[in-house]
T-cell receptor, first 113, second 111 residues
Framework: DTGVSQNPRHKITKRGQNVTFRCDPISEHNRLYWYRQTLGQGPEFLTYFQNEAQLEKSRLLSDRFSAERPKGSFSTLEIQRTEQGDSAMYLC???????????FGPGTRLLVL | GEDVEQSLFLSVREGDSSVINCTYTDSSSTYLYWYKQEPGAGLQLLTYIFSNMDMKQDQRLTVLLNKKDKHLSLRIADTQTGDSAIYFCAYDPGGSYIPTFGRGTSLIVHP
């Protein structure tokens, strides 16, 4: 399977714990995006990378959210001190430089108790 | 108001055509997209249209763009039960590579 993969697919955690999600983009896709999707809403952009560089992070929801893409391949999204309002689907997408279109992974569903 | 507006629900009979409508606010949009999301899954790109086009056809899918009215539509011909899903309209404001999504239209196809 050469699509975008995300792990874990589901995560249940207690309020106050830290969580980290991983995204593996399609091989050789330079751009990688993170979105949050809550019930009944469309994806909400969080941040994106072009290779290792994080080009837009002003829309990360708070300073509890951070993302990395250290070698320009996979990326991680970390949420520190989780809150119940963080419960959502976290989606990753990737795209090659020459294309506008994005290819989405299956998402990680987070439930904060 | 919302940057992208869509009706929340559409119900059609199997074999009929479905038309899902979307309006957007940003006139600098370069690309406009339609994505499909099945329950519990990520988004699948169905089709897209560049802002200098009026229409694009791809098998059972027809996209119409009225740039003056900032209106985008997706027509699905011969709708099947497998087309039941949520359909998201999205646009890329000014070539930012960061699409803005609507809330999605839930398409229900009944026999």
């Amino acid at each position: 399977d050469t699509g975008v993969s995300q792990n874990p697919r589901h995560k249940i955690t207690k309020r106050g714990q830290n969580v980290t999600f991983r995204c593996d983009p399609i091989s050789e896709h330079n751009r990688l995006y993170w979105y949050r999707q809550t019930l009944g809403q469309g994806p909400e952009f969080l941040t994106y990378f072009q290779n290792e560089a994080q080009l837009e992070k002003s829309r990360l929801l708070s300073d509890r959210f951070s993302a990395e893409r250290p070698k320009g391949s996979f990326s991680t999204l970390e949420i520190q001190r989780t809150e119940q309002g963080d419960s959502a689907m976290y989606l990753c997408a990737s795209s090659p430089l020459a294309e506008e279109t994005q290819y989405f992974g299956p998402g990680t569903r987070l439930l904060v108790l | 108001g919302e940057d992208v507006e869509q009706s929340l629900f559409l119900s059609v009979r199997e074999g009929d055509s479905s038309v899902i409508n979307c309006t957007y606010t940003d006139s600098s949009s370069t690309y406009l997209y339609w994505y499909k999301q099945e329950p519990g899954a990520g988004l699948q790109l169905l089709t897209y249209i560049f802002s200098n086009m009026d229409m694009k056809q791809d098998q059972r899918l027809t996209v119409l763009l009225n740039k003056k009215d900032k209106h985008l539509s997706l027509r699905i011909a011969d709708t099947q039960t497998g087309d039941s899903a949520i359909y998201f309209c999205a646009y890329d404001p000014g070539g930012s590579y960061i699409p803005t999504f609507g809330r999605g239209t839930s398409l229900i196809v009944h026999p």
